[in-house]
């Protein structure tokens, strides 16, 4: 009995020792680390106005609508754009749900833009991301909002492709996937303007 009540308390110290140590000390660890090293990321990227309000994440996709905004790709997420219910559809490439959503999308997205049948619809303009809050578009995507996007602000369609250019972030590392526009960022960008 002796040697059980040793045992015993030998694993509830053992438990209670490296609950302390990677419940408590470990994240408090890493939590300093990358306040000093990388503060906005760890903060969550956060994009606030001059008054210091908070108005989104450069890292969160958000939807705007409106003419004079870029869209961003559709969400599944929540009511669209949730992070609080942050996912994909859970629609496979075989779900007649998916494949009808999807044409109904090309089909308006064709004729928002003017485009033949023949042409390709850029699959970020019609399909959720797997999080459903991807802030990034595809430079093609943004391109054929670019006409709407000049119109809508009275700006010149130069003047709005240099703006997508400043803001299109590079794939990671150089090579793994596709340059993207943030949306978010391009968009307020386009709001500061005089």
């Known amino acids: 009995m002796k040697e059980l009540f040793s045992q015993l308390r030998g694993a509830v110290m053992a438990t209670l020792v490296l609950a302390v140590v990677c419940c408590g000390i470990y994240p408090l660890v890493v939590f300093g680390i ?10 969550g990227s956060l994009i606030t106005d001059a008054k210091g309000t908070v108005i989104g994440s450069k890292l969160l996709g ?60 850029p699959a970020d303009a019609v399909t959720a991301s797997g999080s ?11 391109e054929l909002q670019t006409a709407r996007v000049a119109k809508a602000r009275n700006l010149s369609v130069e003047k709005v492709g240099e703006l997508i250019r400043a803001h299109t ?26």
């Open 62 to 121: 958000q939807g705007f609508t409106g003419e004079k905004y870029f869209h961003p790709r559709p969400s599944a997420a929540g009511n669209g754009y949730d992070a609080a219910n942050s996912s994909g559809s859970n629609l496979g490439p075989t779900s007649q749900k998916l494949r009808d959503a999807v044409k109904e999308r090309i089909e308006a997205y064709r004729k928002e833009y003017g485009l033949k049948d023949t042409e390709l619809v």
């Open 34 to 43: 990358a306040q000093v090293a990388f503060p906005d990321k760890a903060n």
């Open 132 to 142: 459903g809050l991807d802030p990034h578009i595809s430079l093609r995507n943004a």
């Open 169 to 194: 972030d590079k794939a990671g590392l150089g090579i793994l996937g596709e340059p993207g526009v943030n949306v978010l960022k391009l968009n307020l960008t386009l709001d500061s303007l005089k």
